[in-house]
């Protein structure tokens, strides 16, 4: 993380005004560069979590970037485990505010732990407060695993389900770049970087955390291709009621308002339901006809158009549908499917570059 760091400060260090750096230990947040001040996380007016009274460094050269960064690299919180002698016991957000507006923001996550890296801490002084903080690590990342995971089953679904990303702090500090609701998300991009070991013994970790990036990945492709083929029964009612007055030169203008409902709720409506809303409008039987028949011709041409880009995909690449059931139901031919989707073994960073300026 900290090459990664350094080479995005060489790159930005001519476009950012100021730089902060903060760590998450558990749910407590603190203040790189500020002596490890607490800090406290709220919900702003437009409901998105913000850090409040956290440091903000003006920088005015790439040298004092720099010699921000290696104070922030030797302020993180780190441990001795069984497998790593440096291992990250916080989850790291370097903030670069960027003079053309929005910031870009670097977020190491911690470590999990194993069970046999439990063990390794039972001689150690401090035992206590190492389990709690390896609890409170690997809790925060299944949060997060579980929020991507829900935000993948959702893409690939009418029936929307809650994304618990108030379950963690780390959850709702990332909730801005994760949920594909909200619209500030599509302003600006997210690259997920997995960490893997070229280790035998850790291959088990190793095809965890990518099994966890192809679910990152895929969630992704699934929100972009739902957008790019949004077919008419995914409009919301103010759309519904905007094309019943514009379609066919204003013709139906008239009877706009009564189709005050959204593009689902219109396509699974009984036709004798839209007859008599027309009707009792001051519309004709046609004008019934010609609304309820366009609507309907619209939305198979939409789905048509969809499966025939899905079916041009090929070449061995997985469809982010056959991801989205093997998030669900489990990986094929794996004896113990909850532990490719929810085992330990991540070690990852999540880029985000926002066009947004966030008070963080």
């Known amino acids: 993380m900290n090459q990664i760091a350094t080479r995005v400060a060489a790159d930005v260090a001519n476009r950012i005004t100021s730089f902060s750096f903060f760590e998450l230990r558990g749910d407590a947040c603190t203040d790189g560069l500020n002596a490890d001040a607490k800090l406290p ?11 409040k009274d956290l440091t903000g460094k003006k920088i005015d050269s790439l040298e004092q970037l720099l010699s921000t960064l290696t104070h922030c690299y030797g302020v993180r919180a780190t441990a001795n485990t069984r497998s790593n002698s440096q291992s990250s016991r916080s989850h790291a957000f370097y903030v670069f505010n960027l003079k053309e507006g929005g910031t870009l923001k670097l977020v190491d996550l911690a470590g999990s732990e194993s ?30 695993k579980e929020c991507i995971r829900l935000n993948l089953v959702n893409a690939k679904s009418t029936k929307k389900q809650h994304v618990p990303f108030r379950r963690s702090v780390l959850t709702r500090l990332l909730k801005d770049v994760l949920d594909s609701e909200n619209n500030s998300a599509l302003t600006g991009t997210t690259c997920f970087i997995a960490h893997v070991s070229p280790l035998r013994t850790s291959v088990p970790q190793t095809m965890n955390t990518l099994t966890y990036a192809e679910y990152m990945i895929a969630a992704s492709r699934a929100t972009t291709e739902k957008a790019k083929f949004a077919g008419p029964e995914t409009w919301s009612s103010k759309k519904v009621s905007a ?29 004798g339901d839209v007859d008599k809303r027309v009707l009792a409008a001051g519309g004709s039987q046609a004008d019934a ?16 158009k969809k499966r025939a880009t899905v079916g041009k995909k090929g070449g061995g690449v997985k469809k982010s549908d056959d991801v989205a059931i093997e998030i669900v139901e489990g990986p094929k031919n794996v004896k113990n499917k909850a532990a490719m989707i929810y085992g330990g073994g991540l070690s990852a960073e999540c880029v985000e570059n926002s ?6």
């Open 41 to 51: 996380i709220l919900t702003d007016e437009n409901d998105e979590t913000v850090v």
């Open 115 to 144: 069970k046999e890296d439990a063990m390794s801490h039972a001689s150690d002084a401090n035992a206590d407060d190492r389990y709690k903080e390896m609890v409170q690590i690997n809790k925060s990342l299944g949060d997060l």
């Open 243 to 271: 094309w019943v007055g514009k379609f066919h030169e204003g013709r139906h203008a008239k009877l706009a308002e009564v189709f005050v409902l959204g593009g689902k709720q219109l396509h699974i409506m009984w036709k």
């Open 289 to 304: 006809d010609d609304i309820y028949d366009t609507f309907h011709e619209m939305v198979r041409e939409a789905k048509k």
């Open 355 to 360: 066009s947004k300026n966030r008070a963080l």
